[in-house]
């Protein structure tokens, strides 16, 4: 078995652009108390969806491919470990989802 990422420039640039549009989106909700926290979730969505789109292989014919990114699986993988790592990072940095201060 041979290990190889077959993403064309397109699907790369997909996959960076869906990346950073997770990241952002995670970032806008609720309260966050650092500044970098999109980066880490959209660097999570991102490595989720390579692999979701490229090793899982029983995945690959389950909806359309684009320059070699299989869409679906590609969603579905960065949603679960991206929302899995924002909630993480959100709670261990002790932001919340809800706007606005907590009072006592």
């Known amino acids: 078995m041979e290990l190889t990422i077959a993403l064309g ?3 790369w640039a997909t996959l960076v652009a869906a990346a950073l549009l ?14 970098f926290e999109w980066l880490i979730d959209g ?3 991102g490595v989720g969806a390579l692999v ?12 359309p491919v684009f320059d070699g990114l299989a869409l679906v699986p590609a969603l579905i993988g960065g949603l679960v470990v991206g929302i899995v790592v924002e909630v993480a990072t959100r709670l261990v940095t002790g932001g919340h989802y809800t706007q606005g201060t907590m009072s006592a």
């Not at 997770?22 to 650092?34: A, C, H, P, S, W």
């Open 22 to 35: 997770f990241g952002v989106i995670m970032q806008l909700i609720g309260e966050t108390k650092t500044g």
């Open 43 to 45: 660097i999570a969505f």
């Open 9 to 11: 420039l397109m699907g």
């Open 52 to 63: 979701a789109s490229e090793f899982i292989t029983a995945f690959q014919e389950t909806g």
